[in-house]
């Protein structure tokens, strides 16, 4: 079976998770059936003339668009040509932002191409061990944990999840030290003589300058950063060979060094000649539904579709003359520089996929960028917290009702059918597009209503760039197992990346000297802790469908914070008790859990709450200079008695 990574995405009618079904969250309540201008039932054509005559009284970088990693590749692709082409705006982009941004700007720099896993999950049936940095699977993708049944599992996670108990080996380091044990593994690796020097001298460059930085960081002092012992960082190093495989998440990439510390996994991985090679390697497990075709389609800033960068005039030649246009804005400001210039530079808004509000970093900051927008247009099937704020919502169709296509974390490109209709007085995405657009001004027929006609364009759109579409055929893949690149009809797909070389031009992996920072936020007097935040299995992201459901909802009813005994009653605070979580940026209140393999010096909170229970109101929107990815995994914290 192959994944979506999207747990709430199944295949028609299917089951994709224990207890989540696709009837369940159509039973939702609060479907949303009409448009809604200031919270008032409109008509359709009333919302979107209304929407079209405000836009029209701004200047084109005064309007943006934000998108989601669940849109299919349609939505994705268009969405992104109605922001450059309809709107002219630069200001587009994408919670993907959000979710992998730092392993793909790391994988780019090292391979000269990411797509996630650049080999079938397949694969890791064969793997000896299998090493997960900052991904709890268990909870976030048990599908994915067939695969790895037989393989040793080495989990770095500062909490001992429900992966992390089923490792052969847990190594649990403070939140934001994953780059000083990368670091530290490297050097081990280097002194026990387990890296493969004919693997790095024919397939790489660049090792020299890293070893420099690793040689620093000889195991006591890893031991000191990190609280990994000595001998726990041996271990990894010794079972970390044969078929092994590197795998990272958001624990490891969600930091404002985010793309440096997958650079030093990366680094790790080309050390121990593991990656462009059948049977091992380096992956991100991307997470949402269509946590790859959402970005290689157009809706991040500096990207066009077929992962092209929009600042290459190459591509920016292509694309204009696929849309038919003479000008391309963009590049455009990173997700979160977005949502913190509304009511500035930005007055207009419009939401597609995403719920800010309760997922974004600085949320209470975010909240009130949010409310001082002229104009806030959210296109969703139920009320989130962000459409709750919207001068104007569209209700649009879910997966089940409409065809499309996702890319999985194995860059696989996956047809999903209709399977039901859907409710009456609701749109689809594309329509809903076409229907602004021309509003707008533009010809109808740029902007195409089926996902067919759409993907068809896009596959023009995507030849000859790096994710390739071009070959790929809605009836192909009702049989055919297409991984991209898909360069011509007649070519099979792409399932293994980099084994004739890596993407960059003289097909050799890159390592990237990169050293140990530290959390943008260490913890002092004043915030002792360090708060990380993260999933459970049984909500959702922000929590706009899953928390309607009452099968799901039972379990987790309620925000809570994983805090050691010992921690809790430092600060007064017995298991059961709310508590208020205090950070530079705000408090938030969770009940307290006790938990014995808490670290001491850290707590936990899920991310899925809404209200005063939004971790996010916590959280440090440091970004990575590179990736301009948030600080969502560490921020520092006390806890008050509520
Ligand atoms: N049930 C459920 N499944 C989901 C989702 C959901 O919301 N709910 N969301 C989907 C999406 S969009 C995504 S991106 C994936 C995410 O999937 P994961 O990456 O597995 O999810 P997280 O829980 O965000 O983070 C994983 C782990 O990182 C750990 N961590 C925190 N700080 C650090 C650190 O500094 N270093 C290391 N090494 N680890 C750290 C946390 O303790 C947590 O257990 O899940 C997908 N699947
Ligand atoms: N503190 C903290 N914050 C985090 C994270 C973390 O680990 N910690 N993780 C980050 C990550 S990895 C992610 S991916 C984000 C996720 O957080 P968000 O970006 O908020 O994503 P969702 O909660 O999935 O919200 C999607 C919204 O779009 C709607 N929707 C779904 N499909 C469609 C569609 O096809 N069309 C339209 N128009 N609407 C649709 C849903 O009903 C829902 O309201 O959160 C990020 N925020
Ligand atoms: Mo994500």
């Given at each position: 079976m192959s994944l979506t990574g999207h747990q709430v995405v199944p295949g028609p009618g299917g089951l994709c998770q224990k207890g989540w079904t696709s009837a369940e969250l159509l039973r939702t309540?609060?479907?949303?059936?009409?448009?809604?201008?200031?919270?008032?039932?409109?008509?359709?054509?009333?919302?979107?003339?209304?929407?079209?005559?405000k836009i029209k009284g701004y200047e084109p970088d005064q309007v943006a668009v934000f998108g989601g990693g669940g849109l299919t590749n349609e939505k994705a692709y268009l969405l992104g040509k109605f922001a450059r082409v309809a709107l002219k705006t630069s200001q587009i982009d994408y919670n993907g932002r959000f979710c992998m941004s730092s392993a793909a700007a790391a994988g780019n720099r090292a391979f000269g191409l990411d797509r996630g896993m650049p080999f079938p999950l397949e694969d890791l049936q064969n793997a000896d061990t299998v090493l997960l940095a900052g991904s709890n699977p268990a909870e976030t993708m048990p599908p994915f944990l067939q695969h790895v049944k037989n393989a040793n599992l080495i989990v770095v996670d500062p909490r001992r999840t429900a992966t992390a108990e089923m490792a052969t080996l847990h190594l649990q380091p403070a939140p934001g030290t994953d780059l000083a044990l990368a670091l530290g593994l490297l050097h081990t690796a280097f002194i026990d003589n387990r890296i493969d020097k004919s693997y790095i001298a024919e397939r790489t460059k660049g090792f020299d300058a890293a070893w420099r930085v690793a040689a620093a960081w000889w195991p006591e002092r890893v031991e000191r950063v990190t609280g990994v012992s000595v001998a726990d960082q041996r271990a990894a190093v010794e079972l970390l060979k044969g078929n092994a495989y590197i795998l990272s998440g958001r624990g490891t990439e969600q930091h404002a060094s985010g793309t440096d510390t997958v650079s030093a996994w990366i680094n790790l991985a080309l050390a121990l000649g593991l990656p462009g090679r059948k049977g091992s390697g380096y992956g991100c497990l991307t997470g949402q539904g269509n946590?790859?075709?959402?970005?290689?389609?157009?809706?991040?800033?500096?990207?066009?579709?077929?992962?092209?960068?929009?600042?290459?005039?190459?591509?920016?030649?292509?694309?204009?003359?696929?849309?038919?246009?003479?000008?391309?804005?963009?590049?455009?400001?990173?997700?979160?520089?977005?949502?913190?210039?509304?009511?500035?530079?930005?007055?207009?808004?419009?939401?597609?996929?995403?719920?800010?509000?309760?997922?974004?970093?600085?949320?209470?900051?975010i909240t009130e960028k949010i409310k001082s927008l002229d104009l806030l247009v959210v296109a969703d099937f139920v009320l989130s917290e962000t459409a709750a704020l919207a001068d104007v919502v569209l209700p649009v169709t879910q997966w089940a009702e409409e065809n499309g296509t996702m890319t999985n974390l194995e860059g696989r490109i996956l047809l999903r059918r209709k399977a039901l209709d859907a409710p009456e007085g609701v749109r689809s995405d594309l329509e809903l597009l076409n229907g602004l657009a021309t509003k707008l001004g533009q010809p109808a027929e740029r902007f195409p209503t089926t996902p067919e006609e759409v993907f068809a364009e896009l596959r023009r759109a995507s030849e000859g760039g790096a994710a390739d579409y071009s070959g790929v055929t809605y009836e192909r893949l009702k049989t055919e197992k297409l991984y991209w690149p898909v360069p011509s009809e007649d070519h099979p797909g792409t399932p293994r990346m980099f084994e004739d070389g890596f993407a960059h031009e003289d097909g050799l992996a890159r390592f990237v000297p990169v050293d140990h920072k530290g959390p943008?936020?260490?913890?002092?007097?004043?915030?002792?802790?360090?708060?990380?935040?993260?999933?459970?299995?049984?909500?959702?992201?922000?929590?706009?469908?899953?928390?309607?459901?009452?099968?799901?909802?039972?379990?987790?009813?309620?925000?809570?914070?994983?805090?050691?005994?010992?921690?809790?009653?430092?600060?007064?605070?017995?298991?059961?008790?709310?508590?208020?979580?205090?950070?530079?940026?705000?408090?938030?209140?969770?009940?307290?859990?006790?938990?014995?393999?808490?670290?001491?010096?850290?707590?936990?909170?899920?991310?899925?709450?809404?209200?005063?229970?939004?971790?996010?109101?916590?959280?440090?929107?440091?970004?990575?200079?590179?990736?301009?990815?948030?600080?969502?995994?560490?921020?520092?914290?006390?806890?008050?008695?509520?």
């Open positions: 309540p609060g479907r949303l059936t009409t448009p809604l201008i200031n919270q008032e039932t409109a008509t359709w054509d009333e919302a979107l003339q209304h929407i079209a005559d946590g790859q075709g959402g970005r290689e389609h157009g809706q991040k800033a500096d990207q066009l579709p077929g992962y092209r960068k929009i600042d290459d005039p190459k591509a920016r030649e292509h694309i204009k003359r696929v849309w038919g246009v003479d000008d391309l804005p963009g590049p455009g400001r990173s997700a979160y520089e977005l949502l913190d210039a509304l009511g500035d530079d930005i007055k207009v808004l419009l939401v597609f996929g995403s719920n800010p509000v309760v997922s974004a970093p600085r949320a209470a900051h943008a936020e260490p913890p002092d007097d004043e915030f002792p802790l360090q708060a990380t935040t993260g999933r459970v299995l049984q909500h959702y992201q922000s929590g706009a469908q899953t928390r309607r459901v009452p099968e799901l909802n039972k379990a987790v009813p309620e925000v809570f914070v994983e805090v050691h005994p010992d921690t809790a009653a430092r600060n007064g605070l017995a298991h059961g008790e709310l508590t208020n979580v205090v950070s530079r940026r705000g408090t938030m209140t969770a009940r307290v859990r006790c938990v014995a393999s808490m670290r001491p010096d850290a707590v936990f909170l899920p991310f899925h709450f809404p209200g005063d229970g939004r971790a996010n109101l916590l959280t440090n929107p440091a970004l990575d200079p590179t990736s301009r990815m948030p600080e969502f995994k560490v921020c520092a914290v006390r806890l008050e008695q509520a």
